[in-house]
């Protein structure tokens, strides 16, 4: 399934196999716990060693996760986004913790795809 059709369909409480800039995986909203829990169980992982990327279109959406990087932090991901590229600010999450370990800051990365950054905005 390419992203376009990935996009026209319902997404919550699913999972999903897609490419990124870097290697294919299972996907799902990072934002539904239910379809993280389930990658969760599918991938066998201890659910107090998660430690996810998270695949967003922009800086902005850290946001959703409570995380405000620092300006040093935004200038390098600045210079190094979009692109293969995965970051974790220093900063920890405040909501949707269920995508990182215990007292973990999330990982993110804003891909270098421009259909992938459109289905994810």
Known sequence: MNYKELAKQEL???VWFMPTDTIPGLSCLAVDK?????????????SSKIGYIVLIASL?????FGVFPSPQ???VMNKMW???YTIIPKVRPTKHLHVT???EPV???VPDDEELRDLLE
Do not use: H, N, W, Y
């Open 60 to 64: 902005e959406q850290m946001e959703l």
């Open 82 to 84: 979009p692109g293969a």
């Open 101 to 103: 370990s215990i007292d």
């Open 107 to 109: 990982a993110f990365r």
């Open 73 to 75: 932090e935004l200038a």
């Open 34 to 46: 239910k379809a993280v829990d389930k990658i969760t169980a599918l991938k066998e992982r201890d």
């Open 12 to 14: 919550v409480g699913k």
